[in-house]
């Protein structure tokens, strides 16, 4: 087993000297003594030269300790300074500072206090001499002394604060028998942040000046350390800020709804998000980077010169609706946005583009305008999509069937293309007549239109609305008739009845009918059917309603499928001027 080889100090060695010369200077005294006995004596000056020899080793050997203190002081400065300078986190700079600041002046315990935002001093670490954090309940320190350090900008040092003559009588001084206490400034670039506070409660006269400056020397290095811990965690949380705020935006940026396009002054795109990846149709990593110019003239053969607009001549362009065809996805509609990117001095930096998908929309859009065109808008208006259900409402009506007559035989001869087309055209013309009263188009079936009044929007004159539609259809059938050549020119007969009938949806959820049923629309039914070319048949109940107000003659009554009684009828002519 090895074992360390004691190597002795020069301080040792001088003290082994001055007890040799000193053991020297006693033997040599005994001799003196002995040696008078006998009538003879030592030579005074070899023991005056013994006893200087004895002083001269005790003062060399005072004087290479007070160096060596100072030594390993100034080699503890050097390493603690590297210590501290070697770490930017705030917590173990402060705590290095406070070991060193005890290890260094044999302090009890340590205070580093630091202004805050407003201008106070806090607290930022405490310990004691075994190297533990000491508690807010043991915070027991002189605020006079701390205050005086902070007002005059320099170093306090009391070798026993109870009894010196600036402190003693200080409240806490006496309350929590303070003595010695050694308390040094803060400062980085002349700015006081702070200061060290040390002291020992038990021992008096702990501190001299010389430790005095050696703090005062420490608190240099450790005032800028502890500002660049200062700096570096400020830094690191606005970092970690911007962070958090950058990707709070990125989150945003990629939830919005509308596609965004963002291009450099050379048209160079520096961002896009996932909405513009969808809607376009193309990964991100294959716009960032690429040239806006690539992408523009795939939308819209005119959106380069309106980019260069926006640019050139910082106009905005707004609701711009563009129908390209694209890989992937086909025809699409868009609304493009277009406008300029600012700096914070309002120079144009390049070109956001915001793209709203409206494919979706304009379909809808187009579906509408086709059930319009089969249904009434007002019964669409009347339809909520969640509260649709099966049944209906009783309600008074007025109600018109219109077919052409003979188009059974006619269909026989003519292509259906040619028929679809003659058949639209008779058609068309009866749907605007009563769309002009407001009426409610039920149903087109083959040859023959279903419409009634009074439904779903109330009306009080509904048959007279009904007998002017049917008048208005007659007219439109005569301005049809003189567009056709002689072959295609066909006639409609009409009925019109009103009484009451139920409506609302028949069928099932998967396919659903809007419409009316009942006794009354079953007579206007048989009326139409029994109408001749052009003949407008009116029902009694009709009749009564309109009377006064039209031209009507009375025919023969019919016998109509399905009734136990003749029905009382009168052909309408027309209206009164009234």
């Not at 503890?76 to 402060?94: F, G, H, R």
């Not at 309600?395 to 003659?422: C, W």
């Not at 009507?552 to 109509?560: E, F, G, K, M, T």
Request: with cysteine.
């Amino acid at each position: 087993m090895s074992q360390t080889t004691f190597r002795p100090t020069p301080e040792d060695h001088l003290s082994r000297l001055s007890r040799q010369a000193e053991e020297l200077r006693g033997q040599m005294k005994n001799l003196d003594g002995a040696l008078r006995q006998s009538g003879n004596s030592v030579p005074a000056g070899l023991l005056t030269g013994l006893r200087q020899m004895s002083v001269v080793l005790e003062e060399l050997r005072e004087t290479f300790s007070t160096s060596e203190v100072e030594r390993r002081n100034l080699q503890a400065l050097a390493e603690i300074n590297q210590v501290i300078n070697s770490s930017l986190d705030l917590n173990t700079v402060l705590n290095e500072v406070i070991d060193t600041i005890i290890r260094l002046t044999g302090a009890e315990r340590a205070f580093l206090m630091l202004r805050n935002e407003r201008g106070e001093l806090e607290i930022k670490t405490a310990r004691n001499w075994e190297r533990e954090s000491v508690g807010t309940g043991d915070v027991e320190i002189s605020r006079t002394i701390i205050d005086r350090v902070l007002a005059q900008g320099e170093a306090i040092l009391t070798t026993n604060a109870t009894e010196d003559p600036r402190f003693g009588g200080q409240q806490s001084v006496v309350a929590y028998n303070l003595r010695s206490i050694l308390c040094v400034p803060l400062k980085v670039k002349g700015q006081l942040t702070g200061v060290i506070y040390s002291d020992n409660k038990a021992k008096a006269a702990l501190f001299s000046p010389r430790e005095r400056e050696l703090l005062t020397s420490f608190a240099h290095q450790a005032a800028v350390a502890i500002e660049n811990a200062r700096l570096f965690a400020s830094v690191q949380a606005t970092l970690a800020e911007v962070t958090d705020l950058k990707n709070l935006m990125e989150d945003v940026f990629a939830s919005i709804a509308s596609g965004v396009i963002t291009s450099d002054i050379q048209d160079k795109i520096t961002l896009c998000n996932r909405a513009a990846e969808r809607i376009l149709a193309i990964p991100s990593s294959q716009l960032i980077g690429s040239s806006l110019g690539d992408l523009l003239p795939k939308l819209a053969d005119d959106l380069p010169d309106k980019v260069w607009q926006v640019k050139q001549r910082d106009l905005r362009v707004i609701d711009l609706e563009v129908r390209p065809v694209l890989a992937g996805r086909g025809s699409v509609a868009l609304s493009l946005n277009l406008t300029p990117l600012k700096t914070a001095e309002e120079a144009t930096r390049g070109v956001a583009m915001v793209m709203d998908d409206l494919t979706e929309r304009r379909r809808l859009e187009a579906q509408r305008r086709l059930f319009e065109v089969m249904v009434s808008p007002a019964v669409i208006d009347q339809l909520d999509p969640d509260r649709l259900q099966l049944g209906g409402q009783l309600r008074e009506i007025t109600t018109l069937f219109a077919d052409i007559r003979g188009f059974t035989s006619f269909s026989e001869e003519i292509d259906p293309v040619t028929l679809v087309s003659v058949l639209n055209e008779y058609l068309a013309g009866a749907a605007e007549a009563v769309l002009a009263e407001e009426g409610t188009i039920d149903k087109f079936q083959g040859d023959a239109i279903m419409a009634w009044f009074n439904a779903p929007i109330p009306q009080q004159d509904h048959t007279l609305r009904a007998a002017r539609a049917a008048l208005g259809i007659r007219q439109a059938v005569y301005q049809v008739r003189e567009r056709m050549e002689p072959r295609f020119r066909l006639s409609f007969g009409v009925g019109i009845h009103v009484g009451d009938g139920l409506l609302g949806l028949v069928g099932t959820r998967k396919r659903l009918d809007y419409t009316a049923i009942g006794d009354s629309v079953n007579t206007a039914k048989r009326l139409q059917e029994n109408a001749a070319p052009d003949q407008i048949l009116v029902s009694a109940a009709a009749e009564a309603r309109v009377h006064g107000m039209s031209v009507v003659r009375a025919v023969p009554a019919i016998q109509a499928h399905g009734k136990k009684q003749p029905l009382e009828v009168y052909e309408l002519l027309g209206l009164t001027a009234g």
